[in-house]
């Protein structure tokens, strides 16, 4: 956390690397891949709500194609994206392939079974294994030192290894609804889908303490493979999310809130920014099936006044009249997203 943000790091951090080289994990290194899964996306058996963040991005690989040469129960090589010396956590042949992990550098590989041995000291661009057939995926997980500690960062980010990376289209805030404060502890067990004991509000009439949620996606405009079938691409959750509320009558903004930042694992719960409604992106072994779903994207909702509780407007601070009420969301790239909406405050 920076600048009383969750999930923050200082701007121009500077993040540590054994070499210069920039690629991609898997073939062609030097080509960008569809990601279907993004940093701080909700995640966790069944949704559950005592789960948490998404802590690195998944890397697509088309399955249905294996590459020339690769074992029986595997299907794409997987290169290292950084030199470094190998550690092998969980990578044993006793373990399901789905389990097995490695780590170069600042970079964890999950999904992936080696090729490499324990302590040996590999090249940026050299194969370190292969990815698991029916995973659709190899999750990679960069990890910095922050403050002596160290932390899950988004591997996206702009000084980043992952490089070439484009994304040109913006996120989209899609809904704003207005709730007051349930009537009981929120505690989801089988999905965020589950709704909790709140009310809905009427932006023309709100009073007391009132929860704001967002609806905020960020599509992707690189969609590789995943574009040949409608079901499969994903959007990601935002980078940024930030809400502003300033009076009509004197232009005065009277809240400037950034609800988080998605360069680091944060460490606030991670249902205190998902509300209810949300629904995490079928992975791509429950899309492709059998039986195959015909949709498999997520719905994120967000809560724009919660950092690190669950946070409300006391509506009891502004005098009665008409204010402005804008949500802005950004992704990686810089795009930005928004919806503003005028809402009248009757105490």
């Known amino acids: 956390m920076y600048g009383g943000v969750p999930g ?3 701007p121009g951090f500077r993040y540590v690397y054994n070499d210069t080289y920039t690629g991609w994990p898997v073939a062609p290194v030097q080509a960008q891949h569809p990601v279907r899964g993004s940093f701080l996306d909700p995640r966790g058996i069944d949704d559950t709500g005592t789960s948490g963040y998404h802590f690195g991005v998944d890397v697509s690989v088309d399955d249905r194609k294996p590459e020339p040469g690769s074992p029986k129960g595997f299907s ?6 950084e030199s470094g010396n190998v550690d092998r956590p969980n990578a044993d042949a006793a373990r399901s392939c789905i389990s097995r992990r490695l780590e170069v550098g600042h970079f964890d590989y999950w999904h992936v079974s080696p090729i490499v041995a324990q302590g040996q000291r590999v090249r940026a ?3 370190i294994g292969w990815s698991c057939l029916g995973v659709w995926h190899v999750h990679v997980s960069e990890w910095q030192r922050y403050r002596g500690a160290r932390v899950w960062v988004n591997p996206l980010h702009r000084r980043g290894k992952l490089l070439p990376y484009i994304d040109s289209a913006g996120p989209v805030v899609s809904a704003l609804t207005f709730h007051t404060p349930p009537t009981t502890s929120w505690s989801p067990t089988t999905s965020l889908a589950r709704p909790d004991t709140s009310k809905p509000l009427e932006a023309t009439a ?3 303490l009132v929860e704001l949620r967002a609806r905020i996606a960020d599509p992707q405009s690189f969609l590789g493979f995943l574009a040949q079938n409608p079901a499969w691409p994903a959007e990601f959750s935002p980078y940024r999310v930030t809400v502003t509320i300033r009076s009509e009558a004197s232009g005065a903004a009277i809240m400037r809130r950034t609800s988080f930042q998605a360069d680091q694992l944060p460490q606030t719960p991670y249902i205190v920014h998902y509300a209810p409604g949300t629904m995490e992106d079928e992975n791509m072994r429950e899309c492709v099936g059998p039986p195959a779903h015909a949709h ?3 719905i994120y909702w967000f809560r724009p006044f919660s950092q690190f509780t669950h946070e409300y407007w006391n509506t009891k601070t502004a005098p009665n009249g008409d204010y402005r009420l804008t949500v802005r969301a950004y992704d990686l790239s810089g795009n930005i997203g928004s919806r503003a909406v005028t809402v009248v405050v009757k105490n």
Do not use: D, E, K
Request: charged share 0%.
């Open 8 to 10: 923050a790091l200082p």
């Open 76 to 81: 794409h090589a997987v290169y290292a994206v």
């Open 125 to 127: 661009g050299q194969q």
């Open 206 to 208: 709100l009073h007391g």
């Open 296 to 298: 498999c994207m997520g």
